[in-house]
């Protein structure tokens, strides 16, 4: 298991796609370079999926399933958390975003995008302490602590 951080790899533009390039978009710079390094030393194989969590630490936690995503893991991911009692926080409600997932997803490695976009004080002068919630980056690791055995399961079967 690996656990990747990437942090200020986005451009900063007035609008999300000011900045980019046909095929280049000026964003997900870290996990472009990471899967783009990872295909060179010939070490992407070995991962079997990929669980991106971004923006998870809002007051009023709401995450959509994220049409990008691989539906299977999206599919444990959700299941475990209605188990664990948490689905007022995982619902059923889809999205759909280009974000760090994405180059993953081009090189065939399975990828879910946990996020929620509805934190308004994201990229504001309000997107301080007092906006997030340690409640919230519980709830989304015990989700995902519930579905690694099924997730783990999947992976052994195939």
Not at 10 to 27: I, K, Q, T
Not at 74 to 84: E, L, V
Not at 109 to 134: C, K, N, Q, R, Y
Request: aromatic content about 6%; proline content about 4%; overall charge negative.
């Amino acid at each position: 298991m690996e656990i990747l951080f990437l942090d200020a790899e986005e451009a900063v533009c007035l609008n999300w796609d000011d900045c980019g390039r046909p095929g280049a978009p000026d964003n997900t710079y870290g996990s472009r370079h990471y899967v783009a390094a990872a295909k060179a030393r010939g070490t992407l194989a070995s991962i079997k999926a990929h669980i991106l969590v971004d923006m998870i630490g809002d007051r009023d936690l709401r995450l959509k399933r994220d049409l990008n995503s691989t539906s299977w893991l999206t599919d444990i991911i959700w299941a475990a958390a209605r188990q664990a009692k948490l689905d007022n926080y995982f619902v059923p409600q889809a999205t759909q975003i280009e974000d760090d997932h994405l180059p993953f997803l081009a090189e065939k490695v399975p990828s879910v995008d946990i996020i929620d976009l509805e934190f308004d004080a994201w990229h504001t002068a309000g997107d301080t302490l007092d906006a997030v919630s340690a409640r919230s980056l519980q709830v989304v690791g015990d989700a995902i602590l519930a579905a690694l055995p099924p997730l783990e399961a999947r992976l052994l079967k195939n």
